[in-house]
Protein backbone atom coordinates (compact mmCIF):
# COMPACT_ATOMS: atom_id res chain seq x y z
CA UNK A 1 0.00 0.00 0.00
CA UNK A 2 3.03 2.53 0.33
CA UNK A 3 4.02 2.01 -3.09
CA UNK A 4 0.85 2.51 -4.04
CA UNK A 5 0.16 6.04 -2.10
CA UNK A 6 3.14 7.27 -3.47
CA UNK A 7 2.48 6.78 -7.29
CA UNK A 8 -0.27 9.39 -7.38
CA UNK A 9 1.59 11.69 -5.21
CA UNK A 10 4.13 11.99 -7.86
CA UNK A 11 1.40 11.84 -10.89
CA UNK A 12 0.13 15.04 -8.75
CA UNK A 13 3.83 16.66 -8.38
CA UNK A 14 4.30 16.23 -11.84
CA UNK A 15 0.22 17.61 -12.77
CA UNK A 16 1.14 20.68 -10.70
CA UNK A 17 4.84 21.54 -11.75
CA UNK A 18 3.45 21.48 -15.52
CA UNK A 19 1.14 24.08 -15.28
CA UNK A 20 4.16 26.26 -13.37
CA UNK A 21 6.20 25.62 -16.52
CA UNK A 22 3.86 26.46 -18.44
CA UNK A 23 1.49 29.98 -16.49
CA UNK A 24 5.45 31.47 -16.48
CA UNK A 25 6.20 32.30 -19.35
CA UNK A 26 2.44 32.81 -20.50
CA UNK A 27 1.60 36.10 -17.83
CA UNK A 28 0.56 38.17 -20.54
CA UNK A 29 -2.19 35.51 -21.34
CA UNK A 30 -2.73 34.58 -17.59
CA UNK A 31 -3.20 38.53 -16.89
CA UNK A 32 -6.04 38.93 -19.60
CA UNK A 33 -7.99 35.67 -17.99
CA UNK A 34 -9.23 35.33 -14.92
CA UNK A 35 -6.89 31.96 -14.03
CA UNK A 36 -7.83 29.17 -11.32
CA UNK A 37 -6.50 29.86 -7.93
CA UNK A 38 -4.43 26.80 -8.14
CA UNK A 39 -2.33 27.89 -11.90
CA UNK A 40 -1.71 31.25 -10.30
CA UNK A 41 -0.15 30.20 -6.59
CA UNK A 42 2.76 28.26 -8.55
CA UNK A 43 3.75 31.31 -10.50
CA UNK A 44 4.02 33.09 -7.66
CA UNK A 45 5.84 30.91 -6.13
CA UNK A 46 8.06 30.70 -8.82
CA UNK A 47 8.27 34.36 -9.11
CA UNK A 48 9.57 34.88 -5.64
CA UNK A 49 11.87 31.91 -5.51
CA UNK A 50 13.80 33.73 -8.66
CA UNK A 51 13.61 36.90 -7.02
CA UNK A 52 15.44 35.85 -3.74
CA UNK A 53 18.77 35.39 -4.82
CA UNK A 54 18.65 38.26 -6.84
CA UNK A 55 18.39 40.04 -3.10
CA UNK A 56 21.81 37.63 -2.51
CA UNK A 57 23.40 38.57 -5.61
CA UNK A 58 23.48 42.53 -5.04
CA UNK A 59 25.06 42.81 -1.45
CA UNK A 60 28.20 40.73 -3.22
CA UNK A 61 27.86 43.18 -6.16
CA UNK A 62 27.56 45.96 -4.15
CA UNK A 63 30.74 44.57 -1.78
CA UNK A 64 33.07 43.91 -5.05
CA UNK A 65 32.72 47.10 -5.89
CA UNK A 66 33.96 49.13 -2.79
CA UNK A 67 37.15 46.09 -2.63
CA UNK A 68 38.07 47.30 -6.22
CA UNK A 69 37.59 51.24 -7.15
CA UNK A 70 37.59 52.48 -10.74
CA UNK A 71 41.65 53.09 -11.76
CA UNK A 72 42.42 55.34 -14.72
CA UNK A 73 43.74 54.00 -17.92
CA UNK A 74 47.66 55.10 -17.98
CA UNK A 75 48.85 57.35 -20.72
CA UNK A 76 51.30 55.11 -23.00
CA UNK A 77 54.82 57.01 -23.40
CA UNK A 78 55.18 56.01 -26.81
CA UNK A 79 52.15 58.57 -27.89
CA UNK A 80 53.31 61.28 -26.45
CA UNK A 81 56.75 61.39 -27.48
CA UNK A 82 57.43 64.34 -29.87
CA UNK A 83 58.67 63.62 -32.93
CA UNK A 84 59.79 65.92 -35.76
CA UNK A 85 57.66 66.18 -38.98
CA UNK A 86 59.22 65.82 -42.32
CA UNK A 87 59.26 68.82 -44.56
CA UNK A 88 56.27 67.70 -46.37
CA UNK A 89 54.14 67.19 -43.72
CA UNK A 90 55.75 70.17 -42.01
CA UNK A 91 53.78 72.28 -44.01
CA UNK A 92 50.63 70.88 -42.86
CA UNK A 93 51.00 70.55 -39.42
CA UNK A 94 53.90 73.07 -38.54
CA UNK A 95 57.83 72.55 -38.02
CA UNK A 96 57.40 72.44 -34.32
CA UNK A 97 58.31 68.78 -32.36
CA UNK A 98 54.56 66.79 -32.00
CA UNK A 99 53.68 64.09 -30.08
CA UNK A 100 51.42 61.34 -33.35
CA UNK A 101 48.09 61.95 -31.45
CA UNK A 102 48.35 65.92 -32.58
CA UNK A 103 49.88 65.16 -35.58
CA UNK A 104 46.86 63.23 -36.75
CA UNK A 105 44.29 65.53 -35.21
CA UNK A 106 46.53 68.80 -36.95
CA UNK A 107 45.84 66.54 -39.89
CA UNK A 108 42.18 66.25 -39.64
CA UNK A 109 41.51 70.03 -39.21
CA UNK A 110 43.23 70.89 -42.47
CA UNK A 111 41.91 68.08 -44.58
CA UNK A 112 38.31 69.33 -43.19
CA UNK A 113 39.35 72.95 -42.99
CA UNK A 114 39.83 72.37 -46.90
CA UNK A 115 36.93 69.68 -47.59
CA UNK A 116 38.96 67.19 -48.71
CA UNK A 117 37.02 63.95 -47.39
CA UNK A 118 35.26 62.43 -50.09
CA UNK A 119 31.25 63.49 -50.24
CA UNK A 120 30.02 60.13 -51.39
CA UNK A 121 32.37 58.06 -48.96
CA UNK A 122 34.08 59.76 -45.96
CA UNK A 123 36.24 56.96 -45.29
CA UNK A 124 38.17 58.28 -47.74
CA UNK A 125 40.31 61.39 -47.99
CA UNK A 126 41.14 63.19 -51.51
CA UNK A 127 44.30 64.71 -51.57
CA UNK A 128 45.23 67.76 -52.31
CA UNK A 129 49.30 68.98 -53.64
CA UNK A 130 50.21 68.81 -49.97
CA UNK A 131 48.74 65.86 -48.78
CA UNK A 132 49.95 63.88 -52.04
CA UNK A 133 53.43 64.92 -51.10
CA UNK A 134 52.37 62.87 -47.77
CA UNK A 135 50.15 60.04 -48.67
CA UNK A 136 52.14 59.30 -52.36
CA UNK A 137 48.61 59.08 -54.05
CA UNK A 138 45.50 60.83 -54.92
CA UNK A 139 42.93 58.87 -52.58
CA UNK A 140 43.61 57.50 -48.75
CA UNK A 141 41.46 55.85 -46.78
CA UNK A 142 41.43 57.23 -43.16
CA UNK A 143 42.41 53.82 -41.81
CA UNK A 144 45.73 54.23 -44.27
CA UNK A 145 46.54 57.70 -43.34
CA UNK A 146 47.91 56.93 -39.98
CA UNK A 147 50.69 54.27 -41.32
CA UNK A 148 51.23 56.59 -44.36
CA UNK A 149 51.96 59.52 -41.77
CA UNK A 150 54.49 57.28 -39.51
CA UNK A 151 57.23 57.22 -42.54
CA UNK A 152 57.11 61.08 -42.08
CA UNK A 153 57.65 61.45 -38.27
CA UNK A 154 61.11 60.89 -36.48
Known amino acids: MATAKKAPAKKAVAKKAAPAKKAAPAKKVA ?11 PAKKVAAKSAAPAKSAAPAKKAAAKKAPAKKRAVNA ?12 AAVVGPTPLPRTEVVSKLWTYIKKNKLQDAVNKRMINADAKLKEIFGKMQVSMFEMAGLIGKHLK
Open 31 to 41: AKKAAPATKAA
Open 78 to 89: AFMKALTPSPAL
